[in-house]
């Protein structure tokens, strides 16, 4: 009997061991998923290929919306909107010293636009691509003005037989809204100080004011003057040329029986007419053919710059760092993902800059229209701590630099800006809605008492009486005098000199530098080598300090990743669904844009002047 049941035992022993063996087997093997999931391979670079870049959407300074959200719309196939403008200067500036990339390919096809700013960031890494002594070719099906803006910093540009190239200047429309607001009875209460202040005329006006129409005029000439110069000097053109052809386009194509593309070729925009397999021929002659493609061999940027990354030396810890922070997009009270800046978000990088002992000196690089003035505050109170520290504070404006952009730009030692950027917008405005008329069409009526003048005075019901007007105005003056004052010491300027060149009115980076709201015209990487020089530094690295996602966030994003692809891979209707939703996106957006700017109780420095 014992050696039965020792049998027994062993047999026992043998099952929990083969037990635990299966347990830890599938483990592995879901650790090992895991790893496959959260791993990134690394391209290879062939010894001889083209840099293809290709650009999708937007070329942005800071990819909008958190991670999770990004890499969702990629699996659902909608593609990218956006495109870190970034990834494509490194790439470009790495290529330029690979020995495996003797030519670069710029395709337009999917790049949907970018202000002229960061366009004048791409141009100077693909000069200094071409100033060693390599190639760069452009085709695009049709160019729109930034897509050839891009093209032109090519040697040779192509465009289709069935294209065009179709420039057509600046411009800014906007919707007003004071008509509709009429007929529904809303009464829309706006508060503004500066007379150039135009962010509240949607609400009050049926059109653009004098004031306003004066602005633009002066600010969208400015940056068309400096994009007929960039371009004459891109393509080795007489300085009207550009302007002769847009004027002349629409009689030639009627006129003379010309094509699109031979009206370009013949007015230099373009090097010549050619299909893409064209272009694709000569290319392969360069760096040969992708058998498994039919066209020239290639690296993509989003590939490439991978394999820069990862093939570049991790520095030492203790190299001094420029550290850059990017504020990009709307200026909103607290925490924002990346594409806005979030007051408390934003702070706290900058806090973070500032106790880093090996970051030497910070790089802050504007791209924002503005927005609340509260968190507008609580970044200028963080920058006022780093520049206490000892801390070199270098500004880099992008596109857009305008109201609250402006306000956090105006302490730093020194300000960088564009030709083309649009900045200043120097003032305040609130706007309070009242629905008392819209309740009174429906047969709803308030009535009540309260116990001082101001009781009920702001509420949203009831129309806004006299005493609730003057403290909002009050309110309104006394920020922009504040705004003034951030300005006065950040510029050295007395509040008077301010306040002429303020009172809301918006500028190109040519006049900002000519009225001191900027000290230098010149990119982004002007600004970190000012900033390296503020701090004393010949050897340095650049860090973008931004904030990363945790080891489980990186596992939630690639399991989330993964399912909605399962899922998609057998649901045509939700891709149709998906796709129409896209369509309603800019209405969408005008109306959360809308909906931000009339949170209860916040001053507002915002600039309505994007330009594309």
């Known amino acids: 009997m014992r050696s039965i049941g020792a049998v027994l035992l062993a047999i026992g022993r043998g099952l929990d061991w083969l037990r635990k063996f299966l347990h830890l087997i599938l483990l592995l ?46 699996a659902q196939g909608v593609g990218r909107s956006e495109t870190l403008v970034w990834d494509l200067t490194d790439s470009i500036r790495a290529a330029a010293k690979d020995p495996r990339i003797p030519v670069l390919v710029i395709d337009t096809e999917y790049f949907t636009g970018a202000g002229q700013p960061t366009l004048e960031e791409l141009a100077q890494a693909i000069h200094e691509f071409r100033n060693a002594g390599k190639k760069v070719i ?28 179709l420039i057509d200047g600046y411009e800014s ?16 209460n706006v508060f503004r100080a500066g007379v150039y202040k135009s962010a509240v005329e949607p609400f009050s006006r049926k059109d653009m004011s004098p004031e306003a129409r004066e602005e633009a005029s002066q600010y969208l000439n400015s940056l068309w003057t400096s994009y007929q110069t960039a371009m004459a000097r891109a393509r080795k053109l007489e300085p009207n040329a550009l302007s002769g052809y847009v004027a002349t386009l629409a009689n030639r194509m009627a006129d003379s029986g010309e094509t699109p593309a031979q009206i370009a070729l013949k007015a230099g925009l373009v090097t010549g007419v050619k299909t893409r397999l064209e272009v694709e021929k000569q ?65 706290r990088l900058i806090r973070e800059a500032r106790l880093d002992d090996d970051v030497k000196a910070v790089v802050l690089r504007v791209d924002s229209p503005g ?16 520049k206490a520290a000892g801390k070199p504070l270098v500004v880099s404006m992008g596109d857009l630099a305008a109201s609250g952009g402006y306000y956090i730009s105006a302490p730093a030692d020194e300000i ?34 309260g116990t001082t003048p ?46 002429a060149v303020a009172q809301g ?40 300090i931004e904030p990363s996602l945790s080891w489980a966030q990186e596992l939630a994003l690639q399991v989330r990743v993964m399912a909605i692809k399962a899922f998609l891979r057998f649901d045509g209707p939700t891709k149709r669904l998906l796709r129409m939703a896209e369509t309603l996106d800019p209405l969408q957006k005008e109306v959360e844009r809308l909906g931000r700017m009339s949170v209860p109780n916040r001053l507002y420095a915002y600039c309505f002047c994007s330009v594309r």
Do not use: C
């Open 505 to 544: 009115r918006v500028w190109s980076g040519v006049e900002a530098r000519r009225l001191g709201l900027v000290d230098q015209l010149g990119s982004f990487d002007d600004a970190v080598k000012a900033a390296a020089a503020r701090a004393s530094l010949e050897n340095y690295v650049v860090d973008f």
């Open 371 to 386: 927005g609340s003035m509260l968190a507008a505050e609580e970044i200028y109170r963080e920058i006022q701590a780093l």
């Open 138 to 165: 452009a085709y695009g099906r049709a160019y729109e003005q930034a897509q050839y803006y891009l093209a032109a910093q090519a040697d040779e540009v192509y465009v289709d037989p069935f294209g065009v190239v």
């Open 283 to 347: 290319v392969i002659d360069l760096v040969g053919e992708d058998e498994s493609t039919g066209s020239f061999k290639a690296v993509p940027v989003e590939d490439y710059i991978r394999v820069v990354r990862a093939e570049k030396k991790l520095h030492p810890d203790g190299t001094p760092k420029i550290g850059v922070v990017v504020a990009a997009g709307e200026i909103l009270d607290g925490d924002q993902p990346p594409g806005t800046i979030g007051g408390s978000s934003t702070a």
């Open 173 to 188: 429309y906007q919707w007003f809204w004071k008509e509709l607001i009429d007929k529904v009875g809303l009464e829309i």
């Open 416 to 449: 960088f800006a564009s030709p083309a950027t649009i900045t200043g917008s120097i003032g305040i405005f609130a706007i309070l809605p009242t629905a008392g008329k819209t309740l009174g069409k429906l047969g709803i009526n308030v009535d009540g008492v």
């Open 454 to 499: 101001l009781s009920g005075q702001l509420r949203l019901d009831r129309p806004l009486g006299e005493p609730a007007k003057k403290f909002l105005q009050a309110t309104i003056q006394r920020a922009y005098e504040e705004f003034l004052g951030r300005v006065s010491e950040g510029r050295g300027k007395s509040r008077d000199e301010v306040d």
């Open 29 to 74: 093997l879901i650790f090992g998923f895991i790893a496959g999931a959260l791993r990134v391979s690394i391209p290879s670079v062939p010894p001889r290929a083209a840099l293809l870049v290709a650009p999708e959407g937007e070329i942005v300074d800071q990819l909008s919306g958190d991670p999770i959200e990004r890499a969702i719309a990629q």
